[in-house]
């Protein structure tokens, strides 16, 4: 059973960075590709982010380009989003997801598989 568990979420004011930890566990997590998704209040399921199942390609929504990291560390089965130059439309519960890719990663040939609770990341002065 895949568990995967978010953590780092919390109130931060615009312009500031959180780190968002996701600890996976129930799979080989080497060998999956990962992403982060988030949910604004009122809105639906936006893709954040995503990484091969190796770590060494990322790729980004447009909406946070150049402001938000993401990084995978096999040997420790965690999945990381580091957030920078934070803004209030980036307010959202952030999901943790394992991708499960039924074409070409490189291509987004890949979907949500698992998914964690969420954490609620808040950007307010």
């Known amino acids: 059973q895949v568990q995967l568990v978010e953590s780092g979420g919390g109130l931060v004011q615009p312009g500031g960075s959180l780190r968002l930890s996701c600890a996976a566990s129930?799979?080989?997590?080497?060998?999956?590709?990962m992403g982060w998704y988030r949910q604004a209040p009122g809105k639906g399921l936006e893709w954040v982010a995503s990484?091969?199942?190796?770590?060494?390609?990322?790729t980004y929504a447009d909406s946070v380009q150049g402001r938000f990291t993401i990084s995978k560390d096999n040997a420790k089965n965690t999945l990381s989003l580091q957030i920078d130059s934070l803004r209030p439309e980036d307010t959202a519960v952030y999901y943790c997801?394992?991708?499960?890719?039924?074409?070409?990663?490189?291509?987004?040939?890949?979907?949500?598989?698992?998914w964690g609770k969420g954490t609620l990341v808040t950007v307010s002065s």
């Open positions: 997801t394992k991708l499960y890719v039924f074409s070409s990663f490189y291509r987004g040939g890949y979907a949500m598989d698992h």
């Open positions: 129930g799979s080989i997590f080497s060998i999956n590709a």
């Open positions: 990484i091969n199942s190796a770590g060494s390609r990322p």
